[in-house]
């Protein structure tokens, strides 16, 4: 596609239950992000995918985060047990090898009870 | 510590007037800086970015931000707020070349008055 696309758009779960986010990025794209985006707290980084090169999560909060990225393209972020603080909005970027600008998708709002 | 800081959580101006958010940084290499809007419900869409050259940068929708080294401050300006710009503004910084993630503001909520 044209952009970044996130699904699904709106999740609500229930704590303590798992969640996967799905990320396509942008065809070609070899760089991949995940961020958080909290009320008022802006974007936090949390995992970055270079090509081939073993994924930077040096921004992921706890265990029960985790991210694959298959075959270079899409990308799952996984998250288990599920708690009221993970609520936020989970916004995928990509951009291609060479350049700085990253482009973002419309995000992945999480709720959880 | 690399950190970017946006002094005002929420401005309001009148349409028609001038605009200016404050952006600062603290990075230790040469910072690659952007300027990100964010429309409710929408994705961040990339205003301007500066990487090096002329510190006065033109970007999308008639906005321009000033990096000054010596204040460690990258702030957006527009001459003329319109309606349609009221949205949330992020600032980030990043590390030169093609590698690394950025580190963004808690966001500027940019409210116009009709």
């Known amino acids: 596609g044209a952009g970044v696309s996130q699904s699904p758009s709106n999740k609500v779960t229930e704590k303590g239950k798992d969640v996967e986010l799905r990320c396509d990025p942008i065809?070609?794209?070899?760089?991949l992000y995940w961020y958080r985006q909290s009320l008022g707290q802006g974007l936090e980084f949390l995992i970055y995918?270079?090509?081939?090169?073993?994924?930077?999560k040096s921004g992921l909060p706890s265990d029960r985060f985790s991210a694959e990225r298959t075959g270079g393209s899409v990308s799952t972020l996984t998250i288990q047990r599920t708690q009221q603080e993970d609520s936020a909005v989970y916004l995928c970027?990509?951009?291609?090898?060479?350049?700085?600008?990253?482009?973002f998708g419309a995000g992945s709002r999480l709720t959880v009870l | 510590a690399q950190s970017v800081t946006q002094p005002d959580i929420h401005i309001t101006v009148s349409e028609g007037a001038s605009l200016e958010l404050r952006c600062n940084y603290s990075?230790?290499?040469?910072?690659?800086l952007f300027w990100y809007v964010q429309s409710p419900g929408q994705g961040l869409q990339l205003l301007l970015k500066?990487?090096?050259?002329?510190?006065l940068v033109q970007g999308i929708k008639g906005f321009e931000a000033e990096f000054k080294r010596s204040q460690s401050s990258f702030n957006l300006r527009k001459p003329s707020v319109h309606w349609s710009d009221a949205a949330e503004y992020f600032c980030?910084?990043?590390?030169?070349?093609?590698?690394?993630?950025?580190?963004f503001g808690k966001g500027t909520k940019l409210s116009v008055k009709p």
């Open positions: 990075y230790g290499a040469t910072p690659y």
């Open positions: 065809s070609g794209h070899t760089a």
């Open positions: 970027a990509s951009r291609p090898s060479g350049a700085n600008v990253l482009t």
């Open positions: 500066y990487f090096s050259g002329d510190t």
């Open positions: 995918f270079q090509g081939n090169s073993a994924p930077d």
């Open positions: 980030a910084v990043g590390p030169g070349g093609s590698q690394g993630n950025l580190i």
